[in-house]
């Protein structure tokens, strides 16, 4: 099984002089999901090399287990320092794909053509796709074959308006995940803030908040299952 995970390249929090990028638990319980399953794990973003940490999340409350074991591996850490570009990728090399959050994707994975071209062909091919917490916001401009919204009539989640405010930001992103799956026609739903909340519908996994990157790790790891299984 080879895996994608897709980082954003962004650092900068709108206007405020804060970096911001991707947040680190939201890509190490994920990595080590895939890493423990056997799985070869290939890290990507739109510019390539090293991309941005939002520094918040390497703060003492939020690190993990898996952000500490992460911090500790070297290979990991090599791939982290080395992703290749986004736009060099094909999702015929892939079983699946995985887009950790942080508020960096809101600014660039939600615009990039290079990412909505990967998630629309990694779905038309068959294969499962999971955005955690601000990266659903990616799914903005991707559409079903027929032009429609790819996310509407479907089951999706993400970062609620109430953890955005939470975190101050609502006059600072560009647009909020919330609003933006329920404009695109999605049917959103969501748990208490900060809590755990994944939704599978067909080959789409969404989770809403950084809580949720290892359960939707999980969700993926079953649904490739089952599509290995179907094919077998």
Known sequence: MKVLIVLTSHDQLGTTGRKTGFWLEELAAPYYRFKDAGAEVVLASPKGGRPPLDPKSNEPGFRTDETRRFEADSEAEAALAHTVRLDTVSADDFDTVFYPGGHGPLWDLAEDPA?????????????????????????????????????????????????????GLTEIVPFLVEDELKRLGGEYSKTDVW?????????????????????????????VAEVEGGRA
């Open 115 to 167: 990412s909505v071209r990967l998630i629309e062909t990694t779905l038309r091919a068959g294969k499962p796709l999971a955005l955690v917490c601000h990266a659903p916001g990616a799914l903005r401009h991707a559409t079903n074959p027929d032009g429609t919204p790819l996310v509407r009539g479907r089951k999706v989640t993400g970062f609620t308006n109430e953890e955005e405010a939470a975190v």
């Open 195 to 223: 809590q755990p909340y994944v939704l599978t519908d067909g080959l789409l996994v969404t989770g809403q908040s950084p809580a949720s990157s290892g359960p939707a790790a999980d969700a993926l790891l079953t649904l």
